[in-house]
């Protein structure tokens, strides 16, 4: 075992072994040591552990010193000059025509050099622009090219998850990636959704490979055959997030089906199968009876009720309320009708006596007759009697022949 500490030049950038000797150097310390690019400035991440000799890379360098707050305002001096330095290489960078892409600048803690980093699709001949710049900047200058990728670790930017980066956010390095990740994990695989802003492969594919590979080590190959509850059958397909197997059984009477058990749930031919598979098929059998049984009650209901009628323990009470308000309706629609009787025959009377006291006081146009006449609304026809002579008339003359 070797006593290390962990030391970061940059927020996104990995993690350094060095060996602290006996300095009193603790987690968010600043320290100076030596690299292949010089004397540089940077942050503890932690405090001093021990690691396995075949976990860092031999010789390990030892710390220099504990930065001072020299080194720390030396560091911020000259990380405010980076903006200067940028703007002066891409003027020179256009005065050269020069087919390249600025992406940082970066400045050693002491002013020492400056290193530029960029991209190209080809090589470029920047001889004469590392002259122009180190006769604007009186300082060593170093043009390092970068991939697509470091690009994107060094700008940062939001993926198609709406989260930062994982290379700006918390990778140390990157881990290759390949298609294949892709087609196990039954993504798409177009390239507009399976690539990052720097337009290569996600990094966050290779996240969950290891468990891909781990479940599918487990589940039975396609074109195996295996033993189900439903027999023995032929495996389609696998789907490593769902665990699920699906089966291409014959059927008794000749059919082909496809159907799903989880692959717990399989055992190779000749074998016994699960008891998790025999219990759930118990249960499966159970469901499907009881849900007949509450069919057949349901239709049983609705035939002796009636097609969407109610049981008949609902309807009683119904009936014995609308029973009980039809009777106790009754009696004031029999007051009511006796009231009405009543008051018809006392009009029918008062409307008698009124024609008799209208006949009574008629008199006959001829009042020396004794005949009487009958009342004008009387339908009755009488007989007109011949007309008497009074008993002192004159007698007709006789005639003499």
Request: proline share 6%; hydrophobic share 30%; with cysteine.
């Amino acid at each position: 075992m070797v006593k290390v500490i962990g030391v970061k030049f940059k927020n996104s950038g990995r993690v350094y072994y060095f060996d602290p000797l006996d300095l009193p150097v603790k987690a968010g310390d600043g320290v100076i040591v030596e690299t292949a690019r010089g004397m540089e400035y940077g942050d503890v991440t932690g405090d001093p552990k021990e690691v396995e000799e075949r976990e860092i890379v031999a010789p390990l360098k030892p710390v220099v010193r504990i930065a001072t707050d020299e080194d720390k305002r030396l560091r911020a001096q000259y990380a405010a000059k980076e903006k200067d330095a940028y703007e002066i290489c891409v003027e020179k960078i256009a005065a050269h025509q020069l087919d390249m892409k600025l992406v940082d600048v970066e400045y050693t803690f002491n002013g020492s050099k400056v290193v530029f980093y960029f991209t190209a699709d080809e090589r470029v001949d920047f001889r004469e622009l590392v002259k122009d710049l180190a006769y604007s900047l009186k300082t060593r200058i170093e043009l390092r090219q970068i991939g697509v990728r470091d690009e994107a670790k060094m700008l940062g930017g939001l993926g198609p998850c709406g989260r930062l980066v994982c290379c700006k956010a918390f990778l140390d390095d990157f881990r290759p990636v390949s298609i294949k990740m892709a087609k196990e994990q039954n993504l798409s695989l177009s390239p507009t959704k399976i690539s990052g802003l720097c337009g290569r492969l996600m990094c966050c594919l290779q996240y969950e490979q290891n468990a891909y590979e781990a479940i599918r080590s487990v589940m039975p190959k396609p074109g195996r055959e295996v033993n189900t509850v439903d027999g023995v059958g032929v495996v389609v397909e696998n789907n490593a997030v769902t665990e699920r197997t699906k089966v291409r059984l014959t059927m008794e009477d000749g059919s082909i089906d496809i159907r799903e058990y989880p692959y717990t749930h399989l055992s190779q031919p000749g074998e016994p199968l699960p008891e998790e598979a025999l219990a759930a098929k118990k249960n499966e059998a159970y469901d499907q009876d009881t849900t007949l049984s509450f069919r057949k009650e349901a239709a049983n209901n609705s035939r002796r009720n009636g097609r969407g009628g109610k049981p008949q323990t609902e309807q009683k009470p119904d009936a014995k309320a609308g029973e009980a308000k039809r009777q106790n309706g009754r009696q004031p629609e029999k007051k009511q009708s006796d009231a009405a009787k009543s008051e018809r025959n006392n009009d029918s009377k008062k409307q008698e006596n009124r024609s008799e006291k209208s006949s009574q006081k008629q008199v006959p146009e001829n009042s020396g007759s004794n005949d009487e006449t009958p009342p004008k609304n009387s339908n009755r026809r009488r007989r007109r009697r011949p007309k008497r002579k009074p008993n002192n008339a004159p007698s007709a003359p006789e005639q003499n022949g």
